[in-house]
């Protein structure tokens, strides 16, 4: 689907709102700079100017100078023999400070492992990123059916059994924020996607969690649930997933959920603020 495929290159233009230009306290240069380092992804070894330019919709020159003072400051790394940048360790400092104080990562992983064990699958733990859900902890089985998706992997919102149910948790306002995103990549795609997440948000009521089955990869079946982790975090949510002739939509929907949803109510109850 094209918007699969689109996506992640075009969110970030979607997301500069006017807003920011009308907002003195709002520093472009200092967004333009994080849009940057936030255009590399899981599977990117390293960018040109060029493709940076590109997926951050912004002028090379531009891009030029942003990349040589992020390498000043070391958070990108200039490859002098192909003229590529990478992310620097800069990048991993923050990312690991962050991931360090996430409380609830220490507290979901034992359980998330059991649950992959049992299910021989992958259990992960989300939280939005523009328009897709970042993973912040992975746990799988030791079985080779399982999918290896691990920390700082992100998948579209709108296909994605987690991030179906991170639009069924947050208020209603900003779930039409977002969703408004989201048709705005492809109007042609728009339908199907729509009734995907509908599809969704009734699942969420009725069976307790959300699926995808053959949604987000046709290959692929997983389910997911939301919860409010406190103490000012976002709304996250756990998935768990795998190949769909391993993972059955009857298997999870009758043996894993039960599991899934008392792993969410012991998370809650163990994490302060609940």
Same mark, same amino acid.
């Given at each position: 689907?094209?918007?699969?495929? /689109?996506?992640?290159d075009?969110? #970030? ?7 920011h ?11 333009r ?12 070894t390293?960018?040109t100017?060029? =493709?940076?330019?590109? +997926?951050?919709?912004l002028?090379r020159?531009?891009?030029s100078?942003?990349?040589? /003072?992020?390498?000043?400051? $070391? ?8 003229? +590529?940048? +990478?992310?620097? /360790?800069a990048?991993l400092?923050?990312g690991?400070?962050m991931? &360090?104080?996430?409380d ?11 649950? &992959? ?6 259990v992960s ?21 399982a999918?290896?998706?691990?920390? $700082?992997?992100?998948?579209p ?7 179906? &149910?991170?639009?069924?948790?947050? !208020? ?6 977002v /969703?408004?995103?989201?048709? =705005? ?8 996607? @729509? ?21 987000? #990869? ?9 919860? #409010? !982790? ?18 059955? @939509? ?6 894993? @959920?039960?599991?899934?949803l +008392? ?6 109850? &163990?994490?302060? $603020?609940?």
């Amino acid at each position: 689907m094209f918007y699969l495929s /689109t996506m992640l290159d075009t969110e #970030q233009k979607k997301n500069r709102t006017p807003a920011h230009k009308e907002d003195r306290h709002f520093v472009t240069a200092l967004a333009r700079g994080l849009e940057v380092l936030a255009c590399f992804r899981g599977g990117d070894t390293a960018l040109t100017n060029q =493709e940076i330019a590109q +997926r951050c919709k912004l002028p090379r020159s531009t891009v030029s100078r942003l990349t040589m /003072t992020l390498t000043k400051l $070391g958070y990108l790394i200039h490859l002098e023999d192909s003229g +590529r940048y +990478r992310l620097g /360790t800069a990048c991993l400092a923050l990312g690991s400070s962050m991931l &360090a104080r996430l409380d609830v990562r220490k507290i979901a992983r034992p359980m998330m492992q059991e649950l &992959a064990d049992f299910a021989h699958a992958s259990v992960s733990l989300g939280v939005r990123d523009r328009l897709s859900m970042l993973y912040i902890e992975s746990c799988r089985s030791t079985s080779a059916l399982a999918l290896t998706l691990d920390v $700082g992997s992100r998948i579209p919102i709108a296909t994605s059994a987690i991030g179906r &149910a991170w639009l069924a948790a947050i !208020p209603e306002r900003e779930r039409l924020d977002v /969703t408004e995103q989201i048709r =705005e990549l492809d109007d042609l795609a728009w339908p199907d996607i @729509k009734r995907g997440i509908e599809r969704g948000l009734d699942d969420y009521r009725t069976l307790g969690v959300t699926c995808s089955f053959g949604d987000w #990869q046709s290959d692929v079946n997983g389910i997911a649930r939301a919860f #409010q !982790p406190g103490g000012g975090l976002p709304v996250m949510a756990i998935n768990i997933g795998g190949p769909s002739f391993s993972l059955s @939509k009857e298997f999870l929907l009758d043996e894993v @959920k039960p599991r899934l949803l +008392r792993v969410i109510a012991q998370l809650e109850d &163990a994490l302060p $603020g609940h």
